[in-house]
């Protein structure tokens, strides 16, 4: 019986959809008549006044009743202007009737799916001198046979509603959380621990949901412990290979600064002897053979060159006292710059100012860290063949709840092998062909920066550049510094 009940009341409502759709398409078609008459009048008096861009005014307010998707006007040729609502993208019809085929009065009909459109002439004395064309929305047809299908739907839902509401509410009580149970162990199997369940109720499925909502908290609680621990294992194994790495360096350094210390001393007099007694030779044979007074001149030669060497591990041994200052570093660099251009191997260095001009100062011995960033620039000018630009860079930061200052020094040279920058701050270690250096530039700088409670780093890459940081802290007070004495090595 509520099959025949269903069948009866569609077959009515299919048919009273009908004719409900054919009266509203009547209505539809006489308004769009009237606005068509009206419409092609005031067209025809912009054609016979020669207003072609007056269309647009004509076609405007008529696609602003709702009930009108579109309107154009054409000629034979092609569309001369048209508007549309802002719900519509226009088309152009391909198989548009000429202008001749139009009768006034007599409007040519043509429906689609969503609009019906209406041809009609614009007659300039007696003469059709273009189309125009009104596209009458459909939608209105559409949502009223949509209301009658919602009724037909309306009672449907009644007859069948109480078997779906005992049948939604036996699967909510029973399979619904059971599947839900299902897909959160699924879930964590496959490793996503944040899955919870909602319990339904008091019963043994809101139980089982309740105990399985504490097991995947208990396991992403443990999980997370785990990855905390391990990232602090990590961070702390970081660390210690750092803190390993600078214990050797600075044990190496401090092994080898006392030997060079003690060495050093030892040989000043000696070669002061060798070079005053030859140069005592030379003035006494003045006219004697040339190439002993040449011999003599290279034993002054290389007894000088000796001599470089051992003031460079008396740097490097940091035997002498330091005279403490507050020093405004952003100004000692453009001075230290300043001095490094006159020197043949920088001339032709540039450079790329990065100041932080907030930057505190600092308490520093200023000669020995002029020295430091002398030696940083001479070595970027030898990088780049003593030409191209140098990137200095001031800033304060605080790392560790401790004030610091950055210095940096970036070039774009032929950059460090991975090999060398093991070893750079190695005393002797260089990189420079035919004798050029002596490799105790940056070993002297990693002493000063060292002893003034600092440090120095570098980066590099082949074929693009060196970056050296040095990081001094914000205040050394003088005792805080090591001063090494001779005696006490």
Known sequence: MASMLLAGLAVSTVLFMRDERHEMQEILY?????????????????????????????????????????????????????????????????DLPTIDSLRPQRNV????????????PVVVNGKNVAGFGLGVSLDLLSRQAHRLRLRLLLVTMVLVSSALVFIAWWTRRTVTP???????????????????????????????AATFNQLAESLQQTLEEKDSALRESTRLYRNLKVARARLDRAERLSAVGMLAAGVSHELNNPLSIILSTAGNLRESLADANTMVIDDLAMIESETQRCRRIIQGLLNFAASGERHLAEVDLNNLLR????????????????????????????????????????NLLMNAADAMNG?????????????????????????????????????????????????????????????????????????STIGQ??????????????TALRKVSHESR
């Open 335 to 374: 001075e230290t710059f300043a001095i490094a251009v006159r020197d043949d191997r920088a001339h032709g260095l540039t450079v790329e100012w990065g100041l932080d001009t907030n930057l505190p100062p600092l308490w520093v011995d200023p000669l020995q860290v002029q020295q430091v960033f002398l």
């Open 30 to 94: 006489e308004k769009a008549k009237t606005t068509m008459t009206i419409t092609s009048a005031r067209l025809a008096t912009n054609f016979q006044e020669g207003d072609l861009p007056g269309l647009d005014d004509e076609l405007a307010p008529v696609v602003e009743d709702h009930d009108f998707d579109y309107a154009f006007v054409y000629d034979d040729q092609h569309i001369l202007t048209h508007a549309q609502d802002d719900d519509v993208t226009f088309e152009a019809p391909d």
């Open 109 to 120: 009909m043509r429906i689609t799916d969503r609009s019906m459109e209406l041809l009609t």
């Open 178 to 208: 059971l599947n839900e149970l299902k897909r959160g162990a699924e879930r964590i199997a496959g490793g996503d621990l944040s899955v919870r369940v909602t319990p339904t109720g008091i019963d043994e499925v809101g139980n089982l």
């Open 387 to 459: 030409r191209g630009q140098i990137n200095i860079r001031t800033a304060e930061s605080i790392e560790g709840g401790r004030r610091q200052v950055l210095i940096e020094f970036r070039d774009h040279g032929c950059g460090i092998t991975p090999a060398d920058l093991d070893h750079i701050f190695d005393p002797f270690y260089t990189t420079k062909k035919g004798g050029t250096g002596f490799g105790l530039g940056l070993a002297v700088s990693y002493g000063i920066i060292h002893a003034h409670g600092g440090e120095i780093t570098v980066q």
């Open 465 to 478: 550049g060196s970056a050296f940081t040095i990081t001094l802290p914000r205040r050394v007070e003088q």
